[in-house]
C-alpha cells in the first residue's frame, strides 16, 4: 500500500466523505493515521467540520486552528507537510475541488513522496454527468495539479436519494472513461443502507458524516 492517499474532484464530487472513510479503514491495518483538509476553495462539508469526531476514533485531523479554522481562505498549514514526510503516519489528503483548489497538490507536491492519487467521480453532478464532461475535468485537474491520477472512483449519489440504478450508471460511464483515459476504477462507493449486489467493481461501503451534499 501507499503511504499518501490524496482524493481530488469536482465541487460535490463527494470526495470529503470518501477521503474521511479511506482514513477509517486505514485505522482498522494502522496505528497512526492522520487526514490534511486540503480544501482551501468550499467553506462546506470539509474534513476540520468532523474534526472532533475523528480525534475520537483515532484520527489525527490536520487543518488550520484557532481564529483560522473557519476562514475561507487558501491556508494549508505547515503541519501538513509534516505528516505526509513522517514515515510513521499514512496520511489521507482531502483536495479541494476545481482549479483553484486542486493547486494544493501542486503546493505539497515535493512531499508527497509515495502517494496514490484519486479522482473522485459524481455522475449526478451538472459537470460529470457524461463521458465527455468527465474526461474534460480529469484532464484540467490534472493539468493544474500536474500530477498523475491512479485511479477512479465511482462515487454516484444523491445523498439519502441515492439508488442502485444510479450507481450502476455511474459505473456504466465510468467504465467508458477509464477505457479512454486508460486509467482504473478503483471502487464504486455505496451508502450504508444500499446492498453491496450486483455491482462490477470492488465495493467501498461507506459512513456519511456530512449532513448533507450539494
Excluded: C, H
Excluded at 129 to 138: H, K, L, M, P, W
Excluded at 190 to 212: A, D, H, L, V
Amino acid at each position: 500500500m501507499a503511504k499518501n492517499y490524496a482524493f481530488i474532484g469536482l465541487f460535490g464530487s463527494g470526495k470529503t466523505e470518501v477521503a474521511i472513510n479511506w482514513a477509517l479503514k486505514l485505522k482498522e491495518e494502522y496505528d497512526k493515521v492522520a487526514i490534511i483538509d486540503g480544501d482551501i476553495i468550499s467553506p462546506y462539508f470539509r474534513t476540520r467540520d468532523v474534526a472532533e469526531e475523528l480525534e475520537e476514533m483515532g484520527i489525527v485531523p490536520v487543518y488550520p486552528r484557532g481564529a483560522l479554522r473557519n476562514a475561507d481562505l487558501p491556508i494549508i498549514t505547515g503541519a501538513a507537510i509534516g505528516y505526509l514526510s513522517n514515515p510513521e503516519y499514512k496520511t489521507v489528503m482531502d483536495v479541494g475541488g476545481e482549479e483553484n483548489g486542486v493547486v494544493v497538490l501542486g503546493y505539497v507536491k515535493p512531499y508527497l513522496g509515495d502517494v496514490e492519487i484519486s479522482m473522485v467521480v459524481n455522475i449526478a453532478r451538472p459537470f460529470s454527468s457524461t463521458v465527455d464532461g468527465i474526461i474534460r475535468a480529469y484532464e484540467q485537474l490534472r493539468r493544474v495539479a500536474r500530477i498523475k491520477v491512479d485511479y477512479l472512483i465511482n462515487n454516484a449519489n444523491l445523498s439519502y436519494e441515492t439508488t442502485p440504478e444510479l450507481i450502476a450508471k455511474g459505473e456504466e460511464i465510468l467504465s467508458k472513461v477509464s477505457e479512454i483515459i486508460e486509467v482504473p476504477v478503483k471502487f464504486t462507493v455505496i451508502p450504508e443502507f444500499i446492498s453491496e449486489n450486483g455491482f462490477r467493481y470492488p465495493i467501498f461501503k461507506i459512513k456519511r458524516f456530512m449532513k448533507m451534499e450539494i
